[in-house]
């Protein structure tokens, strides 16, 4: 099932393959970690087909155990924080549980799962193993997204750029997933971090001579708010992707001002479709062309739709949502030019305003134009004139006494008359404190 993958490790068997609390662990010490979870995993009693919830982070154990189970043709489930964890369990149908904490340590218990689940059964049939992601679910329940893994791991066996590669985005998030195939597959080295603060970070990115930095456009913001970036030699950096969110175009110009160097490559992916290939129009630019080998694109009424041969086989908790030839709604609203596109956000995110449409996304720009602006989040509330009326929540830079934020409502008021049209102006500006992104560093819209 991995032998492309094994192949590129035996050939290199002292190249650096993670670095786990700045610890450097070579390929031949990853082999011997997979093979260990494979008679490991027979003892455990996972067979092919078997569902395994793996409660970890990036680790060598965690890295070494997600990819035995591949090649035991199990269903893998990966879990990477602790909320809602026993519900993801009971969702999945688990029937391993393993546990990796902070130092390594490796627990299992046997879980019991409850009815039938026919998305399985295909892949028992097929003889494939499964992989199970879970959405952020932050409107309501977390839908459970079942991949076949065969097709989803067919892009990993063309060689590409071999790569040292910071793994920010969590092991359970399908970029996260990608990234660690992807640097495995080519023979580069997976490098972790404890803590994901731009500190953090951009020091492992220093010391470990990282190429590669997949992350968010909100952690970028604070990157660049915390001026990490002066604090650490990113001379290695030639590589900072971004996706998950729509990118400020602010945040996005700054980068490349105070990074020329550095090449800016937006990403675009789901849960349900995997990673598609991407390309940027300038490194500037927040247009860029998606699609590539088995990926189809199309916009129907502004919303971008996409058919993948790597496309999930359904949801476990939820109804298929592809149509009947095949493909998929993004809920992604989207402008067209030519072979590109430009990502405006959520369909289910926009403002409806009086018949007028706003994003988020375009307002939030526009208000961290402002020195003392840090995050903007800007939201709907419902109105009996206008069915609805634009808010941001706006956290600042410092502390502000009640004076200044007075101050600024009326700035961040001004600004917006200044640059955009009236109905998007919002009418209630709380200034707010604490973090507004979440623990995958993603915007926590309303």
């Not at 549980?97 to 059964?121: C, F, M, W």
């Not at 030519?338 to 369909?347: A, M």
């Amino acid at each position: 099932m991995l032998e492309f993958m094994l192949d590129v490790w035996n050939s290199n068997p002292d190249g650096d393959a993670i670095v786990w609390r700045d610890r450097v662990y070579d390929y031949r010490t990853l082999l011997r970690l997979f093979d260990d979870w494979k008679q490991r995993l027979q003892e455990l009693g996972a067979t092919p087909g078997s569902v395994v919830v793996i409660d970890a982070d990036f680790s060598p154990n965690a890295v070494a155990l997600f990819l035995a189970l591949i090649d035991q043709r199990c269903i893998l489930v990966p879990l990477a924080t602790a909320t809602k964890r026993n519900e993801f369990i009971k969702i999945a149908g688990a029937e391993v549980v393993v546990s990796i904490n902070a130092h390594d340590e490796v627990s299992a218990e046997p879980s019991k799962p409850t009815g039938d689940r026919p998305l399985y059964q295909t892949l028992r049939e097929r003889q494939h193993p499964g992989l199970v992601l879970f959405s952020s679910g932050s409107t309501g329940e977390s839908k459970a997204a079942v991949h076949d893994l065969v097709p989803l791991l067919e892009k990993f066996k063309t060689r590409r750029k071999t790569l040292r590669a910071i793994s920010f985005l969590l092991y359970d998030h399908i970029g996260g997933v990608n990234t660690m195939l992807y640097t495995l597959a080519n023979g580069g080295c997976l490098v972790t971090v404890e803590q994901r603060d731009p500190d953090s970070v951009l020091a492992a990115v220093a010391k470990h001579r990282v190429e590669l930095l997949p992350t968010s456009p909100t952690f970028i913001n604070l990157m660049l708010l915390s001026e990490a970036y002066k604090r650490h030699d990113l001379s290695s950096l030639r590589i900072i992707s971004y996706g998950t969110e729509p990118m400020p175009e602010h945040t996005l110009k700054r980068l490349h001002e105070l990074l020329p160097d550095i090449a800016l490559q937006q990403t675009y992916g789901l849960s349900e479709l995997g990673i598609l290939q991407s390309k940027s129009r300038d490194a500037d630019s927040l247009w860029v062309k998606i699609g590539g080998q088995g990926y189809e694109t199309r916009v129907v009424d502004g919303v971008l739709h996409v058919k993948a041969r790597s496309s999930m086989l359904g949801y476990l908790n939820a109804p298929s949502p592809f149509t009947e030839d095949g493909w998929f709604n993004t809920n992604d609203v989207v402008e067209v030019d030519g072979e590109y596109v430009r990502i405006l956000g959520r369909k289910s995110d926009i403002i409806n305003v009086g018949g007028e449409k706003v994003y988020p996304a375009e307002v939030e720009n526009v208000i961290q134009e402002l020195d003392e602006v840090a995050e903007a989040m800007v939201y709907g509330e419902k109105h009996v004139i206008t069915g609805n009326i634009v808010c941001a929540d706006v956290a600042t830079v410092s502390p502000l006494d009640s004076s200044a934020e007075k101050e600024l409502i009326a700035r961040v008021k001004q600004h917006c008359r200044e640059k955009l049209q009236r109905y998007k102006v919002p009418l209630r500006v709380n200034i707010v404190t604490g973090q507004q992104h979440t623990e995958r560093f993603k915007k926590s819209r309303r």
